[in-house]
């Protein structure tokens, strides 16, 4: 009895509120253009034949930044789910603690695309495209906006289908992994020339993709 009380506080109606704010923007955004988007995953891991092109979801600035709310949004779901199980009791409120989390997520996601920019600003004339150069902070958001997509599906199974927590974050870890290695693929195939120095991508990769994770993990 003592576990369902906690697991009522844990999922109170601000939380559900939270979900379905999360579910319309990205109904709104990158789920209005289901076509595209699953261009864009194929696209990510055809291995043997790249076609060197970035392929995303053509929304404006504000869909944008709907599209990286969602992401936030979702994976603070989660995270809260995560750290709320089989605790019993907050020093915050659900509404607090969601929205904190979130919110570390959403400066995370912000951070990695300032990254990005600068980075790419930095060495675009030698080693990138330049046609490429600003499709790929719209490309990065719409892989986000599908893994919080993920993190919305397995918060609603594991409030509403009861699914054990253990199961749910593997299978989100897992996905992200696999979306993590498109990425870098896509990366490679669409902004570094054959010609590039191997030594050059990876000090690349180490500022922009292994120490932002780190920095998140500590966090």
């Not at 970035?54 to 600035?61: A, E, G, I, Q, R």
């Not at 991508?201 to 922009?208: Q, T």
Request: net charge positive.
């Amino acid at each position: 009895m003592e576990r369902v009380a906690v697991m009522d506080v844990l999922y109170d109606d601000w939380v559900v509120t939270l979900l379905i704010v999360s579910f319309v923007l990205f109904s709104i955004t990158v789920g209005s253009d289901l076509s595209q988007v699953e261009k864009s995953l194929r696209s990510m891991f055809n291995f043997k034949k790249s076609d060197g092109q970035l392929v995303y979801t053509p929304l404006s600035l504000f869909g944008l930044i709907l599209a990286t709310l969602h992401s936030a949004l979702s994976t603070g779901i989660l995270a809260y789910i995560y750290r709320g199980q089989g605790v019993a009791g907050y020093s915050e409120t659900p509404l607090q603690s969601v929205l904190s989390l979130s919110l570390l997520v959403l400066l995370y996601i912000v951070a990695k695309i300032v990254l990005y920019i600068i980075a790419n600003a930095v060495v675009c004339s030698k080693y990138y495209m330049p046609a490429q150069h600003f499709r790929w902070s719209s490309f990065y958001i719409m892989v986000n906006a599908v893994l919080g997509a993920v993190a919305l599906l397995l918060s609603l199974s594991v409030i509403y289908l009861k699914i054990p927590l253990i199961i749910a974050l593997f299978f989100y870890v897992s996905i992200a992994i696999l979306l993590e290695i498109g990425v870098l693929f896509k990366l490679f195939s669409a902004f570094f020339k054959k010609k590039c120095s191997k030594l050059v991508f990876f000090i690349y990769l180490c500022a922009l993709e292994i120490a932002p994770c780190f920095l998140m993990w500590f966090l």
